[in-house]
């Protein structure tokens, strides 16, 4: 099965500075790779997701990257905000393969003030 | 994420007794699945459904059971052969593209 690994698990940062978190996944049929924030005691979110036929998506200040041939998808916020403080995960599937998906193990993310 | 709820929002279980938790979606999604977070950790899968009447284990299925008759419903009872269910319990539908949208959870603590 698929098996996703995501660094640091804990990140801290200046407010207004950049935060980027990796993640690998040894499954090169997986073709879909989201991104979910978990603020503390609440669900996690869908912020954004890419899918393997593009190499770059952005949102605002969020963007993800992926590199099919090493097998690595990054999250990048720009300009963090204390907002920004939660727990993200990271997750990769294969398209028509029993929709499941396989997530990392988080990343705390901290910005201070 | 505002078409799932799932009730309650908290649960207390004694000993020896089953539960079962509720989770609804009117977002007419054919997917749904039941994952488990404990404190500080990630999220593992117990349970999921792609169709009505079908549902397959997840990595932790071990001490819960689910049903599927209907689209809209996908409950999941804990019963006392999980020796340790005090955690987060999530649900989430999904579309056929693979996207998941969880509902608010519910927090399950074991008396």
């Known amino acids: 099965g698929e098996n996703v690994e995501q660094h640091p698990s804990t990140l801290s940062v200046q407010e207004g500075d950049s935060a980027v978190i990796k993640c690998t996944y040894s499954?090169?049929?997986?073709?879909?790779f989201p991104w979910y924030k978990q603020e503390l005691g609440k669900r996690p979110q869908l912020i954004i997701d890419i899918r393997s036929n593009v190499g770059e998506k952005k949102d605002q200040r969020i963007a993800v990257t992926l590199n099919k041939t090493a097998k690595h998808f990054s999250l990048h916020i720009t300009e963090t905000q204390p907002e920004d403080s939660a727990v993200y995960f990271c997750a990769a599937s294969q398209f028509s393969n029993d929709y499941k998906l396989s997530f990392g193990a988080g990343t705390t993310v901290t910005v201070r003030a | 994420d505002g078409g799932i709820t799932q009730s309650p929002k908290y649960l207390f279980r004694k000993e020896g007794q089953n539960v079962t938790l509720s989770c609804e979606q009117n977002l007419n999604h054919d997917a749904m699945y039941w994952y488990r977070q404990d404190p500080g950790q990630g999220l593992r899968l117990i349970y999921y459904?792609?169709?009505?009447?079908?549902?397959q284990k997840g990595d932790i299925a071990e001490g819960y059971s689910v049903s599927r008759e209907k689209k809209e419903s996908f409950p999941l009872t804990v019963t006392s052969a999980q020796k340790n269910p005090t955690a987060f319990y999530l649900c989430a539908s999904g579309t056929a593209y693979n996207e998941q949208f969880f509902g608010p959870g519910t927090r399950l603590t074991v008396l």
């Open positions: 499954d090169s049929a997986s073709n879909y």
């Open positions: 459904s792609q169709i009505v009447n079908d549902f």
